[in-house]
């Protein structure tokens, strides 16, 4: 099983970044995903869940400037984010879940500079 996160980087307040999460070794339609994020010292924290049949939770904090977002053809999740604040820096990971076991990405790095 491997997620593979991609799309992170460096981007001023107020900009956009789309991350990518690529699935393989897994159904992918029949599993829920989701993003979550972390930064030094903290736990990490759910950003985003997309279920498989398409339903969708988001965190306080990114409610109106994130979409989550999938493509069950390329086997891939999304996290759109847009007018992002510096507060949103952090290392981002995808997450494939079943009721009993789950599978973490690598993570990448978003960086907001203000």
């Known amino acids: 099983v491997q997620l593979q996160a991609s799309g992170g980087g460096l981007v001023q307040a107020g900009g956009s970044l789309r991350l990518s999460c690529a699935a393989s070794?897994?159904?992918?339609?029949?599993?829920?995903m989701g993003w979550y994020r972390q930064v030094p010292g903290k736990q990490r924290e759910l950003v985003a869940t997309?279920?498989?049949?398409?339903?969708?939770k988001y965190t306080d904090s990114v409610k109106g400037r994130f979409t989550i977002s999938r493509d069950n053809a390329k086997n891939t999740v999304y996290l759109q984010m847009n007018s992002l604040k510096s507060e949103d820096t952090a290392v981002y990971y995808c997450?494939?879940?079943?009721?009993?076991?789950?599978?973490w990405g690598q993570g990448t790095q978003v960086t907001v500079s203000s």
């Open positions: 997450k494939a879940g079943l009721v009993s076991y789950e599978y």
């Open positions: 997309i279920s498989s049949g398409g339903s969708t």
């Open positions: 070794g897994i159904i992918f339609r029949i599993h829920d």
